[in-house]
């Protein structure tokens, strides 16, 4: 069944797009949220006389877009997280812990939805996506369990006195003869 989008429905096209989808899917999705209706002759037609005013506001929300990932783009943002021996979160960090940074700390409302996959289980700092419109993404920096203004820690070497006076310490259980 061919459908004109009234909004942009992510995967399948923008505003004013002509698709093709499953008439269920039409019928029971798109039609009730009124993110679609059908390619009828006169809805096509009333299309092409709004053509001018969907290129508008398309340009609005590329600029707009493009504005936010000039401010989001490179930047670090601190998540807190619980973190276990050895830099090992408790759980992971979720998509809604990076948008709230986001906000808090960049002063950008970013949806949830739209930050890509994470897989964030360490501390340490980790790149991440945010879609904001169609193909336009930017890189954000997660900070987890790392202040972003204190430079990072340097591991101090094991001196090998303190391995050798630990592995002393310990008592060598011999096997018992029989």
């Known amino acids: 069944m061919k459908v004109i989008l009234l909004t942009e429905l992510r995967g399948k096209g923008g505003e004013g797009d002509v698709i093709d989808v499953a008439q269920g899917f039409a019928e029971n999705y798109l039609f009730p949220n009124k993110i679609a209706q059908p390619a009828t002759p006169g809805n096509i037609k009333q299309l092409e006389e709004r053509r001018h005013n969907i290129a508008k506001r398309e340009e609005k929300r590329i600029a707009d877009a493009e504005a936010v990932r000039a401010q989001l783009d490179g930047k670090p943002v601190t998540v807190d997280a619980k973190i276990g ?36 289980k360490q501390v340490g700092s980790h790149e991440v996506e945010v879609n904001l419109y169609r193909d336009i993404n930017a890189k954000v920096v997660v900070l987890v369990g790392v202040d972003a203004n204190a430079p ?12 050798e006076a630990e592995a002393a310490a310990e008592p060598v259980e011999e096997p018992e003869a029989e």
């Open 85 to 120: 021996e050895e830099g090992q979160l408790f759980g992971s960090v979720t998509a809604a812990q990076v948008a709230d940074a986001i906000e808090s700390q960049l002063g950008v409302t970013v949806d949830r939805k739209r930050i890509g996959r994470l897989n964030i």
């Open 152 to 163: 990072e820690p340097e591991v101090e070497p094991v001196a090998e006195e303190a391995v």
